[in-house]
């Protein structure tokens, strides 16, 4: 099994950053099998959407709506994926979480709060 534990969240003003961290633990084997790690958000009253995704290899996509002011990486001996955000919008505002695809199995974490006002 995988765990994964998201932190980071908070309050900021808009043209803020924070950058997100989501924590991997388990078995070797388990997180070996891990393809790609997403960011996923969701806002109140909206359903969950793509943010970005980083794969094993180092590959990384983006929603157009944080292209340029987002950046994802992996940290290999941490286990760690991290969601730098930087020119935060209040549209930013929402529950970002972090899930792992191992084919077959799709492991989420419990989600951090990101909200963006003044």
């Known amino acids: 099994q995988v765990q994964l534990v998201e932190s980071g969240g908070g309050l900021v003003q808009p043209g803020g950053s924070l950058r997100l961290s989501c924590a991997v633990t388990?078995?070797?084997?388990?997180?070996?099998?891990?393809?790609?790690v997403t960011w996923y958000r969701q806002a109140p009253g909206k359903q969950r959407e793509f943010v970005a995704l980083?794969?094993?290899?180092?590959?990384?996509m983006y929603a157009d709506s944080v292209k340029d002011r987002f950046s994802i990486s992996g940290d290999n001996a941490a286990a760690t994926v991290y969601l730098q955000m930087n020119t935060l919008k209040p549209e930013d505002t929402a529950v970002y979480y972090c899930?792992?695809?191992?084919?077959?199995?799709?492991?989420w974490g419990q989600g951090t709060q990101v909200t963006v006002s003044s």
């Open positions: 899930n792992a695809d191992a084919h077959p199995r799709h492991y």
């Open positions: 388990g078995s070797s084997s388990d997180i070996h099998d891990i393809q790609t």
């Open positions: 980083i794969s094993r290899e180092g590959g990384t």
